[in-house]
């Protein structure tokens, strides 16, 4: 197992470099970069800028120099100092612009993931033992509901008709009074009650995926030869749902863990922009645009980082989790 | 045994759970940074009081009879010099520099606005001005409110120039040389004095500098000419400098004042700041440590100095806290979702009654994800100001809402909304002949509907164009376009000169909310006549590489032209390589024909002279040669624009005055109590 480990880690190291080169090349791909797309918004706004000063404004943030020396530059950086470079938007170190939000992204996505387990797992099993009952059917509405429709659009039809019936612009995830206050115990609970709607539109539609992943695994399961002898022998119908087949169907949580991860980092961006929450989606989205491409750069390494971590933290669960499956090729 | 199998999934969050914490781990603090307000009011100011003040004074007043002899003076406010008693908002009571000594002894008495666009009413002190950008690190309405250029132009139409940040001015008869009076007393947002060595910092240490400015700005050349000659400065005592040009450049009034919203940066710069970052007064070697914060190379002085400058339009950033300056609020707190601005305790205008303006204490600019929940947040009453955002299209929605504590008033647009523009020096044979065709573009002209743009799209808050033909008659269109010998093919569609069917690739960015339904219409409308156009909505920044590249064959968007006299007329869009030609002296771009040449003689006759002189150059011959010639098309104009404002905002300008020009006077705007 440990060699399996080491052997799997060791092959990351070049999958990284690649993954940050093609990062870094797609990022400035489009025309223009970022300087060109910022002056372009002054100029929008009527607002000048000279020849000069958008030649010092290049050499200031080194946009003169050729791809491969940012690049260089920037890998350097990271690999001695740790530094994931500047963002010309904020004009902030990255990890300062992405800090705040990524643990707000992970919160709201942790307790989306814990929300869409608890709801969906239960109803899955229920599901799928009760097959064609009438709660099966109303759960698989639901479902089928939860999976077709967009997050962003249950997000809007949310905002508007709390707006129309309140007057109150459901935006964010604090209050005015707390937006730019250090974190207390006051702005935790100011927060709390505005995060269950977040939680509750993101975690639609996994929910929705959840349970049917769930109930037809558990379907599969339970038509197998070992429950029908199990339950000829006369064990318990709870204790031997729970002993083989929730755990055998519970194996596809696993093996997706390894897009959760970054899933829980990169956030639900277009709810996030619809309900106007501080979170990382946003961010990338318009960094992209911007061309913004340490930061977009950094963002998409630790996302890429975060999946090769992931899958290789569900394939390790996953050898744990069930026997049959075994490492090719590499001695246990 | 159930335990057993609850272990995967407990392990599972604990992994979950530390890379969590590993991860904000890397949080870098987050919190806003909070100094200038607190640093710049208990700053001693050390600048020079008693006796030799009183001789000063009059000397000064010699000066302004002199400059008034001239007929160029700055101020026309009635009281100026005579006000003895001066009130401070109750925010500064803590400051222990009394209101009278912070302000300067030649103080602005607010002129922003001309009386028939506003009518003043003196204000009462307080409150925090709520707007919303959806834009990081830029919020134009704050910009724009708190944007102080040299000079001033009251009602931002360009019609007089006075003084602002500079009392006065006094232009030369043949326009050639300028001579500039400061205010004297006018300290930076630090207490610092402001004098003609915040000029000479400027311009022979900045400016000159070619490590500092290695291309020199054109603007500042004789005649705004990129081949020109740059000015020469001659410094005369602390409070008078001169600038010469070889030649007439009467339009630098209007350079100066709020032309391209260029501020004061460029001539006015704090020397007794700045240079603690300047090679020539300190030793690059004991500026190292800042350049590694920074984050340049070794030596790399002119790029740490360069961060260390704040431009005017870096006002919004984070950068300029600290950074002494001469506007009505200074940003002195800033987090990723909003900014704060407090008022400067130095700001040079007060109001006729004596009060140091501004009258809101504090504008808080916050950040939203995107421009949509702008208008959300407007509607819920959340917003005391808007401009930038707001849209004609979103009137009705707006009105509706009104009942939240705002008002919905509609001003004058500063820009026509939206032209159209045909690219006549595009690289492509078939295309130029057919468009170089003035019956082309007259075609294209008679075939708008002009009152159904206004109705469908403008709600009937606009009128069609005075100084371009706008008659609506398809068949006179068409028989241009027959007279062409653009003969309809089989498919029912007209062919260029080439034989195939002609095609009209309209390729727009969207800028403005109204540039996607009007792109739609003129598609519409142009498709009667028997021609194949194609919209196609791309990227801002895309549209803007394209335009550069002349890659655009056919466009829509808004040009400057009603305001002011800079030489913009689209010429970049419609003659895109001609203009480069043109702006390069030659060496770029493709000669344009004689008649655009003629009219690029007038842009840039027009861009030189003084405000009188300008305005007649663009009726009789820049929007004579637009109307005959139709260049670019101009269907409408008179558009209003919303302006959001609270209910209780006073000091608005009415409908007859910009939008723009209300947000521009930003510091006489109070809450009524």
Known sequence: MLNYIGYRVLQLIP????????????????????????????????????????????????????????????????????????????????????????????????????????????????????????????????????????????????????FVNTGVSLSGLFSPEYVDAPWSMAKVMDMLPRLVLPVVIIGMSGTAGLIRVMRGMLLDELSKQYVITARAKGVESTKLLFKYPVRMAINPLISTIGWTLPALISGEAIVSIVMNLPTTGPVLLRALMFQDMYLAGSFLLIVSVLTVIGTLISDILLAWLDPRIRFGGVAD | MRKKKMIPIALLLAVLLILTAVLSGCEGGGGGTDIGAANNASKGNNNAGGTGKTDTKAEDTKQGNDTNATKTDGDAAPAEGTLTEFKQSPMLGSVSVPVKDRLPEDYKITNEMPED????????????????????????????????????????????????????????????????????????????????EDVRFAVEDVLFNKELTPIFPAWLNAAGDPNGKPFTFELIDEYTFKMSFDQPYGGFLLSLAVQGWRGYTDLLKPAHYLEKFHKKYTDVASLEPEIKKAGFKKGEWVNLFNDKDITNWELTNPKSIGFPVLYPWMMTKKTNTAATFERNPYYFKVDPAGNQLPYIDKIQSTLVQDIEMVTLKTIAGEVDFSRESASLIKMPLYRENEDKGFKALLSNLHVSPTDIYLNMSYNDKNWAQVVNDVRFRKALSLALDRNEMIDSIYYGFAEPNSWQDSTYNIDDANKLLDEMGMTKGSDGFRTGPDGKKFTIPIEIGAQAPDIVPMTELVVEMWKQLGLDVTMKKIDGALWGKRREANELKATVMWAADPMWYYGDWGQGIWGTAWDLYNSSGGKKGIKPPDDVAAFFKSLAKASVSNPQDAKAVVDNEIKKAIGDKYYFIVPLQNVKQPLIVNAKLHNVGNENALAVATDYAGEQLFFAP
Request: no cysteine.
């Open chain 2, 117 to 196: 666009l506003l009518k003043y009413e003196i204000g009462t002190y307080g409150g925090t001005l709520r707007t919303v950008t959806s834009v990081v690190d830029w919020d134009a309405d704050v910009f724009i409110m708190n944007d102080e250029a040299l000079l001033n132009t009251p009602g931002l139409l360009g019609k007089e120039v006075t003084g602002n940040v500079l009392k006065s001015y006094e232009m030369s008869d043949d326009e050639k040389t300028f001579t500039f009076r400061m205010r004297k007393g006018l300290k930076w947002s630090d207490g610092q004095p402001v004098t003609t």
């Open chain 1, 15 to 162: 999958l990284m470099i690649a993954i940050s080169i093609i990062v870094f090349f797609i990022i400035q791909l489009p025309p223009g970069d970022f300087l060109s797309t910022y002056i372009q918004q002054l100029e929008l706004s009527g607002t000048k800028v000279d020849a000069g000063t958008i030649l010092s404004l290049q050499r200031q943030y080194g946009l003169d120099q050729p791809f491969i020396v940012q690049y260089l530059v920037w890998m350097k950086n990271i690999l001695v100092e740790g530094d994931l470079g500047r963002s010309f938007q904020w004009n902030q170190p990255v990890s300062e612009v992405l800090g705040g939000r990524l643990m707000l992204t992970m919160v709201i996505s942790v307790v989306s993931l814990i929300f869409v387990w608890i709801i969906a797992i239960p109803i899955g099993i229920y599901s799928a033992v009760r097959q064609y009952s009438i709660l099966d059917y109303v759960f698989t509405f639901i479902g089928f509901i939860g999976l077709a429709v967009p997050g962003f659009l249950l997000a809007l039809v949310v905002l508007y008709v709390v």
